[in-house]
């Protein structure tokens, strides 16, 4: 089975601490994703990987930036986190277009 | 621009009867469709996809139905258990770009009862 791991699935932070927010596949995946998901506005897609060190801009990438040095490893950055990305946040990922998803990390910007 | 959307964001079905969710796309690109179940504090689980050259995919109890013409696709449920209980959410790929990624509504929860 694939595997999405999310590093944590609860976190608290304050108005402008930098968050890190890691996620790690098991299947060789090509492609890795970050959405969020907020009431009423579903997932939206945030930044996505289609290779090492290689990142696009999904549609909401404004305060936030992604890091894959490793095939397997994909993070999404916070610069200055703000109580408007408090949210549910969801890594996947896939090699064609079925995506796996990780279990999600609840973050609260306080 | 919401470029898939589900207008329904609650359905209530009696368990044993069947549920009907839908869905609709403006972007003529999108050339696969998938559906995705998710529960709270989850992760969305993939349910069944349908390509853009069929027009009904089964998989058990679940069914996809892709009218191109009307740009509007369902998953039909049957029966509903009170398991199927979860929030519905419709995705879409465009044969474009650089990555396989996905296009998400906005979801439905279903609620099934007993």
């Known amino acids: 089975d694939v595997k999405v791991t999310q590093s944590s699935r609860y976190l608290v932070k304050r108005t402008g601490e930098k968050v890190f927010l890691e996620c790690v596949q098991d299947m060789d995946h090509e492609n890795m994703f970050w959405y969020r998901q907020d009431p009423g506005l579903g997932l939206r897609l945030i930044y996505f990987?289609?290779?090492?060190?290689?990142?696009e801009k999904g549609d909401i990438p404004e305060g936030y930036s992604v890091s894959r040095e490793k095939k397997e490893r994909f993070s999404l950055i916070l610069e200055s986190a703000s109580t408007n990305q408090t949210s549910m946040y969801l890594c996947?990922?896939?090699?064609?277009?079925?995506?796996?998803f990780g279990q999600g990390t609840r973050l609260t910007v306080v | 621009d919401q470029q898939v959307k589900q207008n329904s964001p609650s359905l209530s079905v009696q368990e044993g009867r069947i549920s009907i969710l839908n869905c609709d796309y403006t972007n003529s690109m999108f050339d696969y469709f998938l559906w995705y179940k998710k529960y709270p504090a989850e992760g969305p689980t993939f349910l069944i996809s349908?390509?853009?050259?069929?027009d009904k995919n089964e998989d058990g109890r679940f069914t996809v139905f892709l009218n191109k013409s009307a740009k509007h696709l369902s998953l039909h449920i049957v029966p509903s258990q009170p398991g199927d209980s979860a929030v519905y959410f419709c995705?879409?790929?465009?044969?474009?770009?650089?990555?396989?990624?996905?296009?998400f509504g906005t979801g439905t929860r279903l609620q099934v009862t007993l």
């Open positions: 990987s289609y290779d090492v060190k290689m990142k």
């Open positions: 349908i390509s853009s050259i069929k």
């Open positions: 996947a990922s896939s090699f064609t277009a079925e995506a796996f």
């Open positions: 995705a879409a790929k465009a044969n474009t770009g650089t990555a396989s990624k996905l296009t």
